[in-house]
Nanobody, 121 residues
Framework: VQLQAYGGGLVQAGGSLRLSCAAS????????MGWFRQVPGKEREGLSC???????HYSDTVKGRFAVSEDNAKSTVYLQMNSLKPEDTAVYYC????????????????WGQGTQVTVSS
């Protein structure tokens, strides 16, 4: 599976962004899709995941602010980010895995290249 994440950018605190992750290659619907983020010097942090069944999962950090969704016809998963905070500044990655997880990136077999999100105060 090849993944391409895009949609990052610069936004003011309190604003919104929608990230997209387009998949190609193997059957998109066979994989759980997760969103992670990483800042320099820190481990990759799990944010959200949407399973094969469509069930969604969120970390406590983003629950209520972020929403994950998918369009199987377009083989694309989205991360709608609202009420953004400066501490949300990071490189955001999408990943594909057999099982949904927001606790560890280890189960993810495929990753997109990352897209930078910068939230100004």
């Amino acid at each position: 599976v090849q993944l391409q994440a895009y949609g990052g950018g610069l936004v003011q605190a309190g604003g919104s962004l929608r990230l997209s992750c387009a998949a190609s290659g193997r059957t998109f619907s066979n994989y759980a899709m997760g969103w992670f983020r990483q800042v320099p010097g820190k481990e990759r942090e799990g944010l959200s995941c949407i399973g094969v069944s469509g069930a969604t999962h969120y970390s406590d950090t983003v629950k209520g602010r972020f929403a994950v969704s998918e369009d199987n016809a377009k083989s694309t998963v989205y991360l709608q980010m609202n009420s953004l905070k400066p501490e949300d500044t990071a490189v955001y990655y999408c990943g594909a895995a057999l099982f949904c997880s927001t606790t560890s990136p280890e189960g993810y077999d495929y990753w997109g290249q990352g897209t930078q999100v910068t939230v100004s105060s």
